[in-house]
């Protein structure tokens, strides 16, 4: 590994290339560390740097820094950026917390966002989204997998979700939130005082437990809580269920915590902190006697060890949401739903709960989930 420092101002403009993992982190200071392997190209730009990483890369830059990036071939994680993250590819997970904008074209994995104080735009995320609390507004092109949101203060457009979308926000006065295209079910759960309209088409199964009757208009049917004053269109999606939750609901009925995921985290927490007293223990024996390179190989087996546990966990609950949303609402969805489709989610709540009795391994579960997939 090669570490070099440059003084590029408090807000440089830092444009990355990297065959590896990237983690960016901001700091109060006027400094820029590069940290990657050999060999590693830095130019000066006019307004800062640009660095092409043959493998894994670590940026400490300035909190005030903007980073654009052309590509990254591995993961991404990006923290305390006032100046934000803008760019084109991300070919892992894309992890951003504390950002100023958050700007991507592309992320082939899951993305986790959280705190960013202007706007959010990607175009298109092969895996996953989850945005958490975004003080702007949020466009976003397709979401291949799940769509969770929570605290989003301005309009949000989503062009297309193809797993399920779940929504938990005040719903700020006057904005506009449009969902052209959900494959799954649409479930929003609102807070006791909330002002909303919602604009459905006709051909949803709709489950409101909020209360007021839903009004035809036209080809729309039209629910409103309250004054009405935030606006919620859907053009299509095959279930929309709106909640509002008390003032005691908090993290209870949250999408992630249910009591079997709680259980697996619980589980897998386990073998990680077991990977971080493994790794512990190898550095404080050998720390005189392996070199430095030696050493950041093995950093990277134990970070891969921690994704392969985080993708696992994350599988299982999206599994086990998936079949206790259905479970629910199987008798509503008895007159139009599919009995295949009935059938496996059957299953996959009979896995779930072999799992929790301890019969089967967090790894068998897996296999079991992904053959229920399949047939599915």
């Keep these: 590994m090669v570490t070099e420092r440059l003084e590029l101002g408090?807000?440089?403009?830092?444009?990355?290339?990297?065959?590896?993992?990237?983690?960016?982190?901001?700091?109060?200071?006027?400094?820029?560390?590069?940290?990657?392997?050999?060999?590693?190209?830095?130019?000066?730009?006019?307004?800062?740097?640009f660095i092409d990483s043959v493998g894994d890369c670590s940026l400490?830059?300035?909190?005030?820094?903007?980073?654009?990036?052309?590509?990254?071939?591995?993961?991404?994680?990006?923290?305390?950026?006032?100046?934000?993250?803008?760019?084109?590819?991300?070919?892992?997970?894309?992890?951003?917390?504390?950002?100023?904008?958050?700007?991507?074209?592309?992320?082939?994995?899951d993305v986790r966002v959280r705190?960013?104080?202007?706007?959010?735009?990607?175009?298109?995320v092969h895996g996953s989204l989850s945005l958490r609390d975004v003080r702007e507004d949020v466009r976003v092109g397709e979401v291949m997998g799940d769509f969770l949101g929570r605290d989003l203060q301005g309009n949000i457009e989503i062009a297309e979700v193809r797993g399920m979308l779940a929504l938990r926000s005040s719903l700020s006065p006057e904005t506009?939130?449009?969902f052209t295209h959900i494959h799954g079910d649409a479930v929003f759960r609102l807070p006791p005082d909330v002002s909303a309209r919602f604009v459905l088409p006709l051909e949803s199964e709709l489950v409101c437990e909020c209360g007021p009757e839903p009004v035809r208009e036209g080809d729309r049917r039209i629910v409103t809580i309250g004054g009405g004053s935030a606006t919620i269109i859907i053009?299509?999606?095959?279930?929309?269920?709106?909640?509002?939750?008390?003032?005691?609901?908090?993290?209870?009925?949250?999408?992630?915590?249910?009591?079997?995921?709680?259980?697996?985290?619980?589980?897998l927490a386990d073998i990680s902190a077991e990977l971080e007293s493994q790794f512990a223990s190898l550095e404080a024996d050998l720390a005189s006697t392996i070199s430095e390179r030696v050493r950041r190989q093995v950093e990277r087996r134990l970070h891969n060890a921690r994704r392969q546990v985080d993708a696992a966990q994350r599988r299982v609950e999206q599994e086990f949401r998936r079949a206790q949303r259905y479970g629910a609402h199987a008798e509503a969805r008895a007159s139009g739903g599919s009995p295949g489709r009935a059938t496996a989610e059957q299953e996959r709540l009979m896995i779930l709960q072999m799992l929790e009795d301890g019969k089967i391994t967090v790894e068998e579960a897996e296999k079991l989930l992904a053959a229920v997939e399949g047939e599915g």
């Excluded at 901001?26 to 307004?47: A, C, K, Q, V, Y």
């Excluded at 803008?86 to 958050?102: A, D, I, Q």
């Excluded at 003032?247 to 709680?262: C, K, N």
């Design 60 to 109: 400490r830059v300035p909190e005030g820094s903007t980073v654009e990036i052309r590509e990254v071939l591995g993961d991404c994680r990006v923290k305390d950026l006032t100046g934000g993250l803008v760019g084109h590819s991300v070919n892992g997970t894309c992890s951003v917390r504390r950002v100023g904008m958050l700007h991507l074209d592309e992320v082939i994995g």
């Design 10 to 49: 408090l807000t440089p403009h830092i444009t990355v290339r990297c065959n590896g993992d990237l983690d960016v982190r901001g700091t109060p200071t006027d400094e820029t560390r590069i940290e990657g392997e050999e060999p590693l190209s830095i130019e000066r730009t006019e307004d800062g740097a």
């Design 115 to 124: 705190d960013v104080a202007e706007d959010v735009q990607l175009r298109a």
């Design 235 to 267: 053009d299509q999606a095959p279930v929309v269920l709106i909640k509002q939750r008390s003032e005691l609901d908090e993290e209870t009925t949250f999408a992630y915590t249910f009591a079997i995921g709680s259980q697996i985290s619980k589980h």
């Design 176 to 178: 506009v939130s449009h």
